[in-house]
């Protein structure tokens, strides 16, 4: 999935970057967990079933032409 995300010029990558859960969202607003499409309403459920050092390090990617709308729903349902 091509995720168009804006760009940091300070930003370095940590190595914990690499193990960690990704959520990410695209610009039709589908969500992914892993890159596995998944229900906004069935993520909170599939991340408590993470294994918890993956849960400790979740990182949220959004396209920039993503819903606002769709954005506050993930990250309601990572809360």
Excluded: C, W, Y
Excluded at 9 to 19: F, G, I, R, V, Y
Excluded at 43 to 56: I, M, N, T
């Amino acid at each position: 999935m091509k995720i168009n995300l804006p760009e940091s010029k300070t930003a370095q990558k940590q190595p914990s970057e690499l193990d960690h859960a990704i959520v990410s969202t695209d610009q039709e607003d589908q969500v992914k967990l892993d890159g596995r499409a998944i229900n906004v309403d069935e993520l909170e459920a599939a991340v408590r079933g993470l294994p918890e050092e993956r849960k400790s390090t979740l990182a949220l990617q959004a396209d920039k032409k993503a819903s606002f709308g769709t954005i506050i729903k993930v990250m309601d349902a990572l809360k």
